[in-house]
């Protein structure tokens, strides 16, 4: 929970796919452009993506549970996340 998606994302393909989904939702901000070139956007990129993910989870507002399994899938238990998924 202390490391960050950013970090994560190499290494495993649910971090990869959060790190787009944040990028994509920033870049709805930003009329729909993922725009590096904009100090803004990398700043909300490196404040979102670059948070912990345990920040993620209290100012994203999700559950511990599926914050719990993403990090569970991310780490190679497919089935041990997708259980404690499926229990909230």
């Known amino acids: 929970m202390d490391n960050t998606v950013e970090e994560m994302k190499e290494h495993s393909l649910v971090m990869r796919i959060m790190y787009r989904a ?3 939702t920033i870049a709805k901000g930003f009329g729909g452009k993922k725009d590096y070139e904009n100090p ?3 700043m909300m990129m490196a404040s979102s993506a670059g948070s912990p993910l ?3 989870q209290i100012c994203g507002g999700m559950k ?3 914050m719990q ?3 569970e ?3 190679g238990h497919f089935l041990r996340g997708v259980g404690r998924m499926l229990r909230g």
């Open 22 to 24: 944040v990028e994509a």
């Open 40 to 42: 803004e956007f990398r």
């Open 54 to 56: 345990r920040n993620m």
């Open 64 to 66: 511990d549970g599926l």
């Open 69 to 71: 399994a993403l990090l």
């Open 73 to 75: 899938i991310a780490n």
